[in-house]
């Protein structure tokens, strides 16, 4: 990173974009999803939503009204993005595994060596949004060693977004103390957001 100093600006436009954008398609017809291209981009968009609403919501709720004031602090800052793409990491896994999954049992869609390429994929292409390259190195070991034991057949009913709840409750830049007291709200805050997308899924899939 150098000297290259992060700012609220910095870690949050891209992200506010993503928030933003997913208001915003709330409000309009949503487009059937018919292809893997379009599975790819539900997967990245998803993903990144879930990751940052649910790490941005639950840091303002623990800080209040200093919220704002905590991004003038450098090591914070490090902080909030290293949690930004280690949730984002798994949170993608997660999802590419449910959706592959749920194309198998519900449309006997059977090319689920896809999952991998569309996970690289993503990968590869969020290098350009300056996701560490430490985080994508491991992504790609967890995602493998994942997919060793996956049940297509079973993933999709099998608490299928527990990682990515965990992966909150690890990362967040909050005491440990208090997330000890957190644990079982953060652990719902993100499998009420995955239940938003599960939901929007289901409504536009159609292979």
Do not use: C
Request: charged content about 30%; overall charge positive; cysteine-free.
């Amino acid at each position: 990173m150098g000297k290259y100093k992060l700012t609220w600006k910095d870690l949050t436009l891209n992200d506010f974009k993503v928030y933003l954008f997913a208001l915003f398609k709330a409000f309009v017809p949503k487009k059937k999803i018919k292809n893997l291209d379009e599975i790819e981009d539900f997967i990245q968009t998803k993903s990144a939503w879930v990751a940052q609403v649910t790490l941005y919501g639950y840091l303002k709720t623990r800080m209040g009204t200093r919220y704002v004031l905590h991004f003038e602090n450098d090591k914070f800052m490090s902080s909030v993005n290293l949690a930004k793409w280690n949730i984002y990491s798994v949170a993608l896994q997660d999802l590419t595994f449910f959706i592959f999954s749920y194309l198998k049992v519900n449309f006997n869609h059977l090319e689920v060596e896809k999952a991998e390429e569309i996970f690289l994929k993503i990968l590869d292409d969020e290098i350009s949004n300056k996701m560490p390259l430490d985080i994508i190195e491991d992504a790609k070991k967890n995602f493998s060693q994942r997919l060793q034991g996956i049940n297509w057949d079973t993933y999709l009913n099998n608490l299928p977004f527990n990682p990515s709840a965990l992966s909150l409750y690890k990362w967040a830049p909050i005491a440990e103390d208090l997330k000890i007291l957190d644990r079982k709200i953060v652990l719902n805050s993100v499998i009420l957001k995955w239940d938003v997308v599960k939901k929007e899924l289901k409504e536009r899939v159609e292979f």
